[in-house]
């Protein structure tokens, strides 16, 4: 089966621009979601979908990140406007419905914020 | 809020021997997992060995293997007869029911020849 995709691998801006990540997860997978990695540290979640609809964001900074999943398939997460402390892997996960249900990683977007 | 620690920043093994990553985390829950994952330079995170807080045996996969003390809330890691592809990130997570993973900080495994 094809694995989790995102896009773009990696990305440079400068602080106060705007940058969107895109993510497929696997086919059938109801559940979605978004993690922001800092250099050193370990995934934190931002964002957690069921199908279409949020189950978790309460640590999603909404002054300047948002995320969405239309169609409960593929997703966006969006920073606007970027700060220094935004610089990252954003990592993009997705799996069945089920506690027990391993959650599949893609490989990740690098931001790089200047 | 539940917490993950992991106390080893940095760990090395030799080829063939053996090694143990360990973890502590705090929950005041009964009914939770617990999953080890390996984070190669390539930045895919990969499931390598999971847990079910109520299973009093502790889990194995191949080499990996877990010692889960519930009471002391430790979940440590033991990877057998080393190899080269074993050296990675390692991240110790803690999940409940509908809810995402928790991850601890992590341990940098190095293998040497």
């Known amino acids: 089966e094809a694995g989790v995709a995102q896009s773009p691998r990696y990305k440079i801006i400068e602080k106060r621009q705007s940058v969107a990540f895109w993510c497929n997860p696997i086919s059938g997978h109801a559940t979605l979601y978004w993690y922001q990695q800092i250099l050193g540290q370990g995934p934190k979640l931002l964002i957690q979908f069921q199908n279409n609809g949020v189950v978790d964001d309460s640590q999603l900074p909404k002054d300047r990140f948002s995320a969405e999943r239309l169609k409960g398939v593929d997703s966006t997460l969006k920073i606007q406007p970027a700060k220094l402390e935004d610089s990252a892997v954003y990592l993009c996960?997705?799996?069945?419905?089920?506690?027990?249900?391993?959650?599949?990683f893609g490989d990740g977007t690098r931001l790089s914020i200047l | 809020a539940q917490t993950v620690t992991q106390s080893q920043p940095e760990m090395s093994v030799q080829e063939a021997e053996t090694v143990t990553l360990s973890c502590t985390y705090d929950?005041?829950?009964?009914?939770?997992?617990l999953f080890w994952y390996k984070q190669p330079p390539s930045r895919q995170m990969i499931l390598v060995i999971r847990q079910e807080a109520y299973k009093q045996q502790n889990a194995t996969e191949n080499r990996f293997s877990v010692n889960f003390q519930k009471a002391a809330k430790s979940f440590s890691l033991k990877i057998s007869d080393s190899q080269l592809g074993d050296a990675a990130m390692y991240f110790c997570a803690y999940k409940e029911a509908g809810t995402a993973l928790i991850f601890g900080k992590g341990t940098t495994l190095s293998v040497s020849s």
């Open positions: 929950t005041s829950e009964s009914d939770y997992y």
């Open positions: 996960a997705s799996s069945q419905t089920g506690t027990l249900q391993p959650q599949h």
